[in-house]
């Protein structure tokens, strides 16, 4: 028994690393993602992706309650379906990891085949550091744990939206996640 814990405590650790991984810290900004002239991000639209009715339906509320507008999808099939059509309307796409018919890792490349500079925010339940590794190397714009209070959807969100610095690599080890 002490091996599962320990094995929890690691895997907790590992999670708290990934979420924080492309957090203020690494990028400049600070914890209420502001940047240079001091605004914060706000307004725009949100694609949610997440097969769970529920979950969509709260965070929808959440989002809107922050100042977006949301657009939601119940599959990852749908969510390509509506950012093709909607891209240019589209300032993040959030992503649950696990859906049945396509997961979050598999909308994420087809997102970027349609659309190389989409901002993606992944959100999950389980813990995918390896997942997330190759996810952020290829520009995934952040982390979000489920479950998740609204302080930390909207500093997600507004890291995520944050402009990516020009000449800089697309992951977090450079600073241009």
Same mark, same amino acid.
């Given at each position: 028994?002490?091996?599962?814990? %320990? %094995? ?11 979420? %924080? ?75 649950? !990891?696990? !859906?049945?018919? !396509? ?28 997942? !997330? ?45």
């Amino acid at each position: 028994m002490p091996t599962q814990v %320990n %094995n929890d405590i690691s895997e907790a650790a590992s999670c708290k690393r990934l979420a %924080n991984r492309c957090g203020p810290e690494s990028s400049g900004e600070d914890a209420r993602g502001y940047y240079e002239g001091g605004d914060a991000l706000r307004g725009g639209t949100i694609l949610l992706v997440d097969d769970d009715s529920v979950v969509r339906e709260v965070v929808s509320e959440m989002l809107v309650s922050l100042g977006y507008d949301v657009e939601t999808a119940s599959s990852g099939l749908d969510a390509l379906i509506i950012y093709e059509d909607r891209a240019a309307e589209i300032s993040l796409v959030v992503i649950d !990891m696990f !859906m049945p018919d !396509m997961g979050g890792e598999k909308v994420f490349t087809q997102l970027k085949k349609i659309d190389p500079d989409v901002s993606v925010l992944v959100a999950s339940g389980c813990c995918i550091d390896s997942l !997330m590794t190759g996810m952020m190397d290829m520009g995934c714009r952040g982390f979000l744990q489920k479950p998740f209070h609204l302080t930390e959807l909207e500093e997600k969100i507004k890291l995520a939206m944050r402009p990516v610095r020009k000449g800089g690599p697309k992951s977090c080890a450079g600073a241009g996640c």
